[in-house]
């Protein structure tokens, strides 16, 4: 998963736990895709469950380190 994906990812999962009201009938996950989501990001509501349904781990991993495991380095750290 790309950087910039996983900030993505977490960028909505923000927006839902701060706006998504789970009692009330008029702030439910469309409505925050149709009023906060889709005119910041463009994302259909096809990707926007995709995100929600990403494990946060998986947006951890992407973000953990600046520098994957596969990438040599000329000097190590020590």
Do not use: C
Not at 24 to 43: E, Y
């Amino acid at each position: 998963m790309n950087t910039s994906t996983a900030l993505r990812i977490r960028m909505v999962k923000k927006m839902v736990a701060d706006l998504y009201e789970p009692g009330r009938q008029d702030r439910n996950k469309q409505w925050v895709l149709r009023t906060a989501v889709a005119p910041l990001l463009g994302i259909s509501r096809r990707t926007f469950t995709r995100y929600l349904h990403t494990p946060d781990a998986d947006v951890a991993r992407a973000l953990g380190s600046g520098r994957e495991d596969r990438q040599l380095s000329l000097f190590p750290d020590f």
